[in-house]
C-alpha cells in the first residue's frame, strides 16, 4: 500500500476527523503549532485553508516547509514536506462552499493581528459585507509530503511504527523502534 | 480567561485531560510534529519524557525550543518556549512510579527495527525492573508565550495570546481570529 492509500485507509476509519495538528517554524528554528481544519488529500497533497498573512502564512512565506499530525485513537499518522498555496481558483471554489458566517470572519478578520475587543471585531467583521468575496490574503494551502509515518499502539507498548520515505519518485518504507 | 496563563491552563485540563502535540524543528527549520503524555506542569513548565536519542530529543539537543498544542471538544491551548532537561532526580522518581519499563529501556527510539520479532527479542535482553536508562530523559517546555482559542458558532472564535510582562507576569491581548 503507497503511504496515500494508507492514509486514507485510517482516515476513513477515523470518522474523517478532520482536525489535524500544523507544526511550521521560522526560517531560524523557532516552531510553532495550532489545529487546522484537513479539507483534502490525494496525490498531490494535504490541503488546509488559512490566512496568508497570518503567524503560519508568514512563516510559510519565509519557510515553507510543515508537519501534519492526525491523531485519533490509537493511531498516529504525520506527514512532512514542503508547502505551496493552492492556485486562486481552488481557494475561490473552496470559499463558495464556506457557510456564509465563515466567509464574513474570513473576509473581516486579520488573522493573528491584535485586536482590542469583541466588539471592535464584530463591527470589523460586520463592515466586511455580508457576502465577501474572497480577500486575496486568505486561501489554501497543499502540504506535498516526501515523509509519512504511521504509529498503531500495542498495549504491550510495543507499538506499530512504520516510516516512508520519497527516495527518487519512490517511496520506501522502515519499521521504527517505539 | 485567567490573569494568569497557568491558571487557566489547569483549568481547562482539570475538565479533560487530552493528550497534547509536541512540535520540534532541526536546526535548519524544518518541524516536526507527535503525539505525547504531558505528564505535569505548574510554574516552571510543561514536562514529558521521551528517549534523549529519539529524533525530538536530537532535534532539542540542537535547538531547544518547542511547541505545544492540547485539543478539546472547541477549544486549544499552545504553549511554546524554550526546553531544559528535567533534574536526574525528577527523572529517576518518574521512572521509579511508571509502568512498562522493560520496552522503554530495551529500544532506540527512532532506530529502524527489521521486524516485530526483532522488538521481542530487544525487550526479553532487558531485565524485568530496569534502571532509567541514561537516554530515558524529561524534558520541559518553559512557556515564553500561550494561547488559548475557544470555538464561536458565529466564526467569531476567541483567541488570547498571553506573553510576559516587563517586571515579571504576564499581558494578555485578544487576537482576530
Request: proline share 7%.
Amino acid at each position: 500500500m503507497n503511504p496515500l492509500e494508507q492514509f486514507e485507509a485510517w482516515w476513513e476509519e477515523a470518522g474523517r476527523d478532520a482536525r489535524v495538528a500544523l507544526a511550521t517554524a521560522t526560517p531560524d528554528g523557532r516552531p510553532s503549532l495550532r489545529m487546522v481544519l484537513l479539507k483534502g488529500a490525494d496525490a498531490r497533497g494535504f490541503v488546509f485553508f488559512s490566512g496568508y498573512e497570518s503567524r503560519k502564512g508568514r512563516e510559510l512565506a519565509a519557510n515553507p516547509r510543515a508537519a501534519l499530525l492526525c491523531h485519533w485513537p490509537g493511531r498516529q499518522v504525520r506527514v512532512e514536506g514542503r508547502v505551496e498555496r493552492l492556485p486562486a481558483a481552488e481557494s475561490d471554489a473552496y470559499w463558495a462552499t464556506r457557510p456564509a458566517g465563515s466567509r464574513r470572519s474570513a473576509a473581516g478578520s486579520r488573522q493573528s493581528e491584535p485586536i482590542g475587543s469583541r466588539a471592535e471585531l464584530e463591527a470589523q467583521v460586520a463592515a466586511a459585507g455580508a457576502d465577501p468575496p474572497r480577500p486575496a490574503r486568505w486561501g489554501g494551502y497543499l502540504v506535498v509530503p516526501d515523509a509519512f509515518e504511521f504509529w498503531e499502539h500495542r498495549d504491550d507498548r510495543l507499538h506499530d511504527r512504520l516510516a516512508y520515505r520519497l527516495a527518487n519518485g519512490a517511496w520506501g518504507t522502515v519499521r521504527l523502534q517505539p | 480567561m485567567n490573569a494568569d496563563p497557568l491558571q487557566q491552563f489547569a483549568a481547562w485540563w482539570d475538565e479533560e485531560q487530552v493528550p497534547v502535540v509536541v512540535a520540534t524543528a532541526d536546526a535548519d527549520g524544518a518541524p516536526s510534529a507527535r503525539a505525547v503524555v504531558l505528564e505535569g506542569f505548574d510554574e516552571r513548565g510543561f514536562v514529558f519524557y521521551t528517549s534523549a536519542e529519539s529524533r525530538k530529543g536530537r532535534e532539542l539537543a540542537a535547538n531547544p525550543r518547542a511547541a505545544l498544542v492540547a485539543l478539546w471538544d472547541g477549544r486549544q491551548a499552545r504553549v511554546e518556549g524554550g526546553v531544559e532537561r528535567v533534574s536526574d532526580a525528577d527523572a529517576d522518581a518518574h521512572w521509579a512510579g511508571r509502568e512498562g519499563k522493560r520496552p522503554l529501556a530495551a529500544f532506540r527510539q527512532d532506530a529502524p527495527a527489521g521486524s516485530r520479532e526483532e522488538l521481542e527479542r530487544l525487550v526479553e535482553r532487558v531485565p524485568a525492573e530496569p534502571e532509567r536508562p541514561r537516554f530515558w530523559v524529561g524534558y520541559r517546555i518553559v512557556p515564553g508565550r500561550y494561547e488559548f482559542w475557544a470555538v464561536d458558532p458565529d466564526f467569531l472564535h476567541d483567541r488570547f495570546e498571553y506573553v510576559p510582562a516587563n517586571g515579571g507576569g504576564w499581558t494578555r491581548r485578544r487576537l482576530q481570529p
